[in-house]
């Protein structure tokens, strides 16, 4: 499995990839099998998993579980370096580029290191910026720094791309989980008109309209977490 390389591919041929996004915290382990039956049967290329605040082991014993049901790729989304477990395939190893907290820029992963020595994840350098969307969401609770302002879209479009310049290889756009409303169709064009590389889109996708904008925008990829969350009904609007 060469994940990086089919979201590349993906890109490159201007195809689209759906990632569910399953926070350990608030997912019913007893629901895996049933859970992920509805996501074989959607649109869905990736299952990602993480949240801001984990318990310990808990990411473990759900990747192992939901790796006994299916062979769709497994990524990690880790709010911090606890989240790291071997049974995934690839790791989105996030360097939150627009905040200035040195922890989620660099210092989470150093003490990933040691971890990663023992496995064989696909480490994906993947820049995080973080885009304000109505109210203060966890993950900028969680990482004590301010999402980019959307008045700014070229400061936006140029953090992004200072992430490519360091060579940096996915870029994610984050309004953050439950997100009052989506990244903007027009933050996202100017992002992705400069990027060289697959952008992730994530936050308050709850319609399949939003979906379908962010597609048109540029994203390679959405991440589609709460509206599940809330809702299982919302797979009727990802069948394939
Ligand atoms: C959160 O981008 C993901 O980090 C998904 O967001 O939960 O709002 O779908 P939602």
């Known amino acids: 499995m060469d994940i990086y390389k089919d979201i590349f591919e993906a890109y490159t041929l201007n195809k689209r990839c759906l990632a569910v996004l399953i926070d350990p915290d608030k997912f019913e382990i007893g629901q895996t099998q049933k859970f992920i039956q509805k996501i074989e049967a959607s649109v869905a290329t ?6 801001s605040t984990v318990d310990a082991n808990a990411t473990g014993v759900l990747v192992a579980q939901i790796k006994a049901c299916t062979e769709l790729p497994v990524v990690l989304f880790p709010g911090d370096v606890t989240q790291i477990t071997a049974h995934a395939d690839a790791l989105l190893f996030l360097s939150l580029l627009s905040g ?11 003490a990933a290191v040691p971890k990663l020595k023992d496995t064989t994840l696909e480490v994906i350098p993947t820049g995080y910026v973080l885009v304000e969307s109505g109210h203060l969401t966890t993950v ?3 990482t004590g720094t301010m999402p980019l302002s959307q008045d700014n879209p070229e400061h936006i479009a140029n953090t992004a791309k200072a992430g490519e310049l360091l060579g940096l290889k996915l870029m994610y756009l984050e309004a953050g989980s439950g997100a009052a409303t989506p990244i903007p169709y027009g933050i996202i064009s100017v992002v992705t008109s400069e990027l060289k590389m697959p952008l992730i889109v ?3 996708l709850r319609t399949k309209a939003a979906i379908e904008q962010a597609y048109n925008a540029g994203a390679t990829m959405v991440v589609i977490g709460t509206a599940l969350e809330d809702d299982e009904a919302f797979f009727e609007f990802l069948k394939k």
């Open 140 to 142: 900028a609770k969680v």
């Open 100 to 110: 200035r907290n040195a922890e989620y820029l660099i210092g989470q992963h150093v």
């Open 202 to 204: 994530g936050g308050g």
């Open 46 to 51: 990736h299952i990602f998993v993480g949240g």
